[in-house]
């Protein structure tokens, strides 16, 4: 298995991406190999003390990067030799299996949606985000931002996506999917959640238990929730400043130390038809780990093919 990484995504680019590839060789299989793209000088430089992993890197040169500032869709087609269009043009070949950045989220999503593209028979993709709950276990949220607007059917479609990243990367069998509401009866919300709820009441697509509200969302009431890409960011930045207002206060606790985005790394887009993780611009060593072990995690679940077979 090849794994593609963007080594010249992130804030701290190429120093900090280098040093995660190497920390995530350490606990991926020694038949996995990663696969650099970025400038060849840097990245050949700081494998000079790492002679012992050269067998399973394989470094492609690129001259050009996608920077944070640029507009993602025409520094896709302006810069052919960038980290990230190279990255994709590979992926889409098959010469890797999954391709991870923490570079320009814009840009990723041109990837994944014009080169890439979306499975066949779903409408819109999503992004899913794992939420820690207190008895150790996590959950998915689903949209997390990539679509604000959503339909009923989407929404339906989507149910169906994260249940089978649920089942089959978090390892919950026959996962609970709920809707996002302002309340647990079916009646109540807007014309979105009412129109969402009777589409999925009575499905056998998905283990669907209904509506849940807020306070629920870090119970064990639903193993999968979900919402549009408008109300599932805002929960997502809020349990992250929640996160930032403990640590700036001093106050340190097992169960916020969880929503830490170092321990997962980033975020899958789900739905397309290869596996695409998107980290942390921010993303320090330890995230960049997190994010490639969590490539090869998706890959070896086979969400794509599961997802193929459900459409």
């Known amino acids: 298995m090849k794994l593609g990484i963007d080594i010249m995504g992130g804030d701290y680019a190429p120093l900090i991406p280098l040093q995660g590839t190497i920390m995530a060789l350490e606990h991926l299989p020694s038949d996995v190999k990663l696969v650099l793209y970025g400038k060849e000088e840097p990245i050949q430089s700081f494998l000079k003390d790492y002679a012992s992993v050269k067998e399973r890197i394989e470094i492609v040169p690129t001259t050009e990067v996608i920077e944070m500032t640029d507009s993602p869709a025409t520094a896709f087609n302006q810069k052919p030799n960038s980290s990230i ?3 994709f043009k590979h992926l889409k070949s098959g010469e890797i299996q999954g391709f991870a950045s923490a570079g320009s989220t814009g ?6 949606m014009h080169v890439i593209k979306a499975i066949e028979g779903i409408m819109r993709p999503c992004i899913g985000s794992t939420i820690p709950r207190p008895d150790g276990s996590n959950a998915l949220i689903a949209d997390v931002g990539l679509n604000p607007d959503c339909k009923p059917d989407v929404l339906f479609q989507y149910a169906i996506i994260a249940s ?4 089959f990367v978090l390892g919950i069998n026959n996962p609970r999917v709920a809707l996002l509401n302002i309340g647990s009866e079916p009646e109540k919300g807007n014309l979105l959640a009412k129109a969402t709820y009777e589409m999925m009441s009575g499905t056998d697509q998905f283990n669907f238990i209904g509506n849940i509200e807020g306070y629920d969302i870090f119970k064990n009431k639903a193993d999968v929730i979900i ?3 408008f109300v599932g960011n805002v929960i997502l930045k809020m349990s992250e400043g929640f996160y930032w207002l403990l640590k700036k206060r001093n ?3 097992e169960y ?3 929503f830490n985005f170092e321990n997962y790394g980033g ?3 789900l739905g397309i038809n290869k596996t695409v993780i998107i980290g942390h611009g921010a993303s320090t060593a330890k995230a960049i780990m997190n994010m490639i072990l969590h490539t090869h995690k998706v890959i070896k679940a086979q969400l794509v093919e599961k997802l193929k077979e459900a459409f």
């Open 227 to 229: 919402t549009d890409g």
């Open 164 to 167: 089978k990243y649920a089942q």
């Open 256 to 258: 916020f130390d969880k």
């Open 107 to 112: 840009a990723m999503m041109v990837g994944a």
């Open 85 to 87: 269009v190279v990255g």
């Open 267 to 269: 975020t899958p887009i």
């Open 251 to 253: 106050m340190i606790d």
